[in-house]
């Protein structure tokens, strides 16, 4: 909320005898006017940055938790084996797998796991409650000194309420054995308030073995004060369990051996838990700003997957298990101080980030979920520390800069069950961040970013040669223009290389680094809403991705990176409670030749 102290007590000694007033002093009390705050029409410092509002992401159509991201332009989310298992990601001309190079964060707790049993920087949002987020900060590319590991490509900060206006109670059905039940709801609790909700969560799919959703999530939160200026402490815990819906062989639907909605193995399942612990504290006021966060979680993660079936053996099959145990921890801290420097307004911010994971994976041969020879086991220990500077100056009212600088060091070992496998690794890397923003003129603001980013690496690739840190470096310019009433309007050109793009094996549970890449793109983004009632949005991306050496015999195109993406969408609703929305999107790959 702003707010604006009233000068009501210098008009009402004037107005004084009017109001029978004789000359002595009259002692009033001061008037508080509060107004609400437009997230998304806050200053940018990139063409590509957004805050998007609870109140938007709430008129969105969402069928499962994480596509709440897609209301990230350009970002397309989707979902396989399963309904409780990580979901994709595609953005700016990457298939993020599970979540690489995208980094994802809810109230300061890193959704990406590192070194993650099924892939690196896995991020699993199934815990997500829609209903309780209160904002999304969106930003693209390798430009802020606050965001660091799996952040190159993008970055989506997801904060949930502390409080909400009204108890929700909620009942949905649906055809294929869909159903879910919510009820959250805050109310005051001492100097503060508390916030609770619960769902349930039952679904089957069309497919002939049931995807067999079994789904149990819960939040409790106390709070005081504000975002700004207050502090939060939150508990969730979440469970799940569903059975896998891989893909199948084309050749035994053409022989009828199953339909497209079957399956060859029925035994292909998944479980997971997730149970954290998480604090907030923060301090602003007009002359500097504090913030704390931290965190704890515990997870596992179990899947049986079978991707080729009787290949390699022909008795048994080829059934393996994933197994990921994890206790992560960290804190975020952060200060910032408002200043004038020679006339101009300055804005200084140092912080601090430090994640602690101690991981217990495996990778087991198994018939029907039941282990017959184990591949490899590992203990991986993972630390980073982290530390950042950013200044940005207004340098007159139609100039401002942002200049930054991270640092990153990394620790990390494996202790593996097979000598070979054993490693170690310490590494550090910098990286600075440097941005520009020209205007308004005519409601219209230009854009210049570059920085250099980074992601980390599974550290059981280190035994394979891999680097545990690989460098990314990023640039953008772009405009954002609101001059037609009621429409935002955003276009922005990119490039992001990395040292070399990573490939998970997760049959054989190792990492190997691939060749550099680049990627260039251009994203256009609109939102325009004419009345109140009424809001068409809409984004179109086209993104060049190839590896750099084009000279190689393999060939320059990236496998599965998608060049085009498009989404579109209606909503139409009020103050008179009801509201309506439909949307669409889609990615397309380009054709290598």
């Not at 949930?160 to 109310?187: C, H, I, M, P, Q």
């Not at 200026?229 to 893909?247: K, Q």
Request: net charge negative; aromatic share 10%; with cysteine.
């Amino acid at each position: 909320m702003h707010t604006h102290r009233a000068l009501w007590l210098g008009l009402l000694a004037v107005a004084g005898p009017a109001f029978g007033q004789t000359g002595a002093s009259a002692v009033l009390p001061t008037v508080t006017v509060t107004a609400p705050v437009d997230l998304e029409s806050r200053p940018t410092d990139a063409a590509s940055e957004q805050r998007i509002s609870g109140e938007t992401l709430n008129t969105r159509p969402v069928t499962r938790p994480g596509e709440i991201l897609e209301a990230v332009p350009g970002l397309i989310v989707t979902q396989h084996s399963g309904e409780g298992k990580a979901n994709q990601y595609f953005l700016r001309g990457f298939n993020l797998d599970h979540g690489t190079d995208i980094g994802i964060w809810l109230d300061g707790m890193p959704i990406n796991a590192r070194s993650h049993a099924h892939g690196q920087g896995y991020s699993d949002l199934n815990f997500m409650i829609p209903e309780l987020v209160d904002n999304l900060l969106v930003r693209k590319g390798p430009y802020w000194a606050d965001e660091g590991d799996f952040s190159s490509a993008g970055a989506v900060h997801i904060a949930y309420a502390d409080r909400l206006e009204k108890n929700l109670v909620s009942a949905t059905g649906g055809s294929f054995g869909y159903w879910r039940g919510l009820a959250a709801g805050s109310t005051l609790f001492g100097s503060g308030s508390l916030l609770a909700a619960a769902e349930i969560e039952r679904y089957n799919g069309p497919w002939d073995v049931p995807d067999g959703v079994r789904k149990y999530n819960g939040v409790l939160r106390y709070s005081e004060g504000t975002e700004d200026t207050g502090l939060a402490i939150t508990g969730m815990a979440y469970a799940n369990t569903w059975h896998a819906t891989n893909h199948i062989a084309m050749r035994a639907v053409d022989a009828g051996l199953v339909n497209r909605f079957g399956t060859l193995d029925p035994s292909d399942a998944g479980d997971t838990q997730r149970y954290s612990l998480s604090a907030r504290w923060s301090r602003k006021d007009e002359r500097s700003a504090d913030r704390v966060e931290a965190y704890l979680v515990h997870s596992t993660l179990n899947l049986f997957n079978n991707f080729t079936y009787f290949m390699n053996d022909p008795v048994n099959g080829d059934q393996f298990q994933q197994s990921d145990k994890r206790t992560l921890y960290g804190l975020n801290a952060s200060h910032t101080t408002f200043h004038a420097l020679a006339g101009l307004d300055v804005e200084n911010v140092v912080g601090l980030q430090v994640r602690h994971d101690s991981i217990d994976l495996g990778l087991f041969n198994t018939v029907q979920r039941v282990p017959v020879g184990t591949i490899r086991t590992d203990h991986v220990e993972e630390t980073s520390v982290s530390v950042y500077m950013q200044e940005k100056i207004k340098w007159t009212e139609w100039l401002r800069s942002t200049v930054g600088l991270r640092g990153d060091l990394f620790w990390a070992t494996d202790a593996s069950d097979q000598p070979g496998n054993a490693a170690a690794s310490t590494a550090f890397m910098p990286n600075p961040k440097a941005g520009l923003v020209f205007g308004p003129f005519a409601r219209t603001e230009f854009y210049v970013n570059a920085g250099m980013g980074f992601h980390s690496n599974d550290v059981r690739g280190l035994s394979q040669g891999a680097p545990l840190l690989v460098q990314s470096r990023g640039a953008e310019v772009g405009a954002r223009t609101q001059i037609i009433r009621g429409l935002d309007s955003s276009v922005a050109l990119f490039v992001l290389e990395f040292d070399s793009e990573l490939v998970f094996g997760g049959d054989a549970g190792d990492t190997s680094p691939n060749r550099a890449s680049r990627r260039l793109g251009v994203e256009w983004t609109n939102r325009y809403r004419p009345v109140s009632w009424a809001t068409f949005d809409g984004a179109v991306a086209y993104t060049q991705a190839r590896f750099k050496d084009a000279d190689n015999p393999i060939g320059s195109f990236i496998p599965e990176a998608p060049a085009w993406v498009a989404s579109a969408g209606i909503t139409l609703g009020g103050e008179l409670g009801w509201f309506g929305a439909l949307r669409c999107a889609g990615a397309i790959s380009a054709r290598a030749r």
